[in-house]
């Protein structure tokens, strides 16, 4: 008599066929454990997720004022414009713009300009949002890094920008509540 079991089919299996397989699913289950913190690390943490979307109250903001916030970490300038300043953004030709685009591709409610604060040239954050702050030849927003000059739309009127300044994705919650992101 010998240490091989036999099976109806039979096929004799040995001791050492049971050892690879018992080694091969022990391989297998420890890699998946060594991984997993590293697939786990993948995931967007907590922060992240909270910065992903931002709500907004604009009850506060009067005509002709703008104020900042924060969205994944970048600066996001809100505006309320002055009849002025929407009939100018409306008004410009788009033959007269490096980066074409009608004012009402970049706003939802004509009032209300969203933009993300960031030069589309080096990345600095442009002048514009205070009272006090020079805002170009164009009456929307300066960046003195390397001169370019944004209108009342934010778009790229004059300087070394390529690209008009970004709007991110937003939607109105109610008449005076926006969520951005």
């Known amino acids: ?100 685009q009608p004012d009402s591709e970049r706003v939802i409610k004509p009032e209300w300009l969203i933009v993300v604060g960031v030069c589309t040239h080096l990345g600095c954050i442009p002048l514009g949002q205070k009272p006090t702050d020079p805002r170009g030849d164009y009456g929307g927003w300066f960046c003195p890094c390397h001169g370019s000059h944004y209108d009342t739309s934010g778009r790229i009127r004059k300087g070394p920008a390529p690209k008009n300044l970004l709007v991110p994705p937003y939607e109105f919650l109610d008449d005076t509540t926006i969520k951005i992101g």
């Open 1 to 100: 008599m010998t240490d091989d079991a036999s099976e109806p089919g039979g096929k004799p299996e040995s001791r050492r066929d049971f050892l690879y397989l018992t080694a091969g699913l022990f391989t297998g289950v420890g890699t998946a454990l060594a991984l997993w913190p590293f697939i786990d690390s993948m995931d967007p943490s907590a922060d992240v997720l909270a910065l992903s979307t931002t709500e907004v109250d604009l009850t506060p903001i009067e005509v002709g004022q703008a104020i900042t916030v924060i969205w994944q970490k970048k600066p996001v300038f809100i505006r309320r414009r002055t009849a002025k300043e929407i009939k100018a953004a409306e008004q410009t030709p788009l033959a007269d713009l490096p980066d074409p």
